[in-house]
Each structure stands twice: as C-alpha cells, then as structure tokens.
C-alpha cells in the first residue's frame, strides 16, 4: 500500500499529468515498476499470504472437543468473511468517491495508514443501481460458496496442513480472476477487430455489456453441466465397484 501511495502521489514515481481528454503521457518503466510491485506485493503476500493464515489461526482458537465451540468455530468462519466483505464495500464506495474526487494519492494513503493497525482490502466498483439486485445474489452466492469452501479445506486438511490448504482454496480463486482477465482480453480483441467499438467501450451506452454477461451465463452454464456429468459418472462407478 505504501508503494501504490508513492507512485500516486510523489512526481518522480507518478505519471504526468494528462494532456486533454484523451491524450495521455505514457509512464515511465521505473513509475511501472513502483506501480506493479505494490499491486503484486498486495496481492502475493497480502491476500495470498496472510488471509489463509488468519482464517486457520483463528479457527485453530476452538477447541473441537466441546460442543459448544465446536458450533463456535462454524459461525467464525461466516464472521471471518463477513467483515472481509465489509472492507471490500468501503473500499468500493467510499474510497472510491476519495479517489475520483480528490486524488489517488490520497485515495490510497486511506487505507495503507489503515494498514498499520488493521488490514483493509482494495476493490473497484462504482454505483450501478440498476444492477444492484443482481450484485446482491451474486454476493450471497459468493458468501455461502466460499464460507463453505473455506471451511470444507480446514476440516479436511491435516493439522499441519490447514495454512497451506487455505491458501491453495485462494490460489484457486485467483486462478479464476486471471481466466476473468483473459476473457475479458480475448473479448475486447475479438468484438473491437475492424475498428468496431466492441462490446466493452469506455462509453457502455455504446457497447452490448449484455452480450458479455450472456457468454458468462453459456460459459458458466457449460461449466456446471460438465461437472455434474462428471460427478454423475463417478458415482456410476462407485456403484459398480460396490456390487
């Protein structure tokens, strides 16, 4: 955070400033490097290093052989994700608004002198009120998916396993933001090839962001209908190898 805060903020380590509109003074490879090292360091040894060890450590404070805490240690693992959630959703509204409407630079200094006593999250989304239901359900989906996953790595892991179980749930999650990032690639070369405006413009009033979420419903539709035939074959087999 504090890296992301530099090249936001400091002249050497920050872009000029734009020239109109449109017209932008390419950064310099030293300002890219400041830049993508702070988002990598956050998301290598931030996210993927201590998150997984947080929610084992914390889970590692139940004891499983009173019945009481062993109910205890379900619930903090709905708790444990709850006020991630709750970080994410600042960072996204109000962080956000600090930075569109006064800088960066301050925007990030937020939450890396956050940092220091607590840990925040950084994300990206702007008001979409439109969409706001939609968000809502993918957002319980997310919570009851990945709570439950959470919990299932922990349970099934070996005692001196349990850090480096979760953190393979997370690798596998940001598997998935990579493949994101690679469609939505592939998406943008493909639908603005011809000098088309593409699906995705900076101005969305100008693309068809509707034709993106119908290739995500046929790509996740794909995905579920191929891992149901698969788990649906397995235990054929199971059951054949039991008679």
């Given amino acids: 955070m504090t890296l992301l805060t530099l090249s936001a903020s400091v002249p050497g380590l920050k872009p000029a400033e734009s020239i109109g509109p449109s017209l932008c003074s390419p950064a310099a490879a030293v300002q890219y ?15 993927g290093g201590i998150k997984p060890c947080v929610s ?14 062993r109910v ?4 903090f693992f709905n708790w444990f994700y709850f006020f991630i959630y709750i970080g994410s959703f600042v960072s996204s509204t109000l962080l956000v608004w600090v930075q569109e409407n006064s800088g960066w630079g301050l ?5 890396t002198v956050w940092e220091w006593e607590l840990l ?3 994300a990206v989304s702007m008001s979409i009120f439109w969409q706001g239901p939609q968000y809502m359900l993918m957002g319980i989906a997310e919570v009851f998916f990945f709570v439950g996953r959470l919990e299932f790595f922990y349970e099934q892991s070996p005692d001196a396993m349990r850090s480096l179980c979760s953190a393979l749930a997370l690798l596998n999650t940001a598997m998935g933001n990579y493949l994101s990032s690679l469609i939505l690639t592939l998406v943008a070369y493909f639908t603005t090839a ?44 199971r059951k054949k190898a039991a008679v």
């Fill in 194 to 237: 011809d000098g088309k405006g593409g699906w995705i413009p900076d101005d969305l009033d100008k693309g068809h962001l509707d034709y993106f979420f119908w290739l995500l419903v046929l790509l996740g539709l794909s995905t579920f209908l191929c891992m149901s035939s698969s788990l649906l074959s397995t235990r054929r087999r």
């Fill in 56 to 69: 084992s450590f914390g889970a590692d404070q139940f004891d499983d052989t009173d019945p009481i805490e």
């Fill in 72 to 75: 205890s240690k379900a619930s």
């Fill in 120 to 122: 925040a999250q950084d």
């Fill in 33 to 47: 490097g400041v830049f993508l090292s702070g988002l990598y360091l956050i998301a290598l040894l931030g996210t």
């Fill in 107 to 111: 925007g990030f200094m937020i939450p």
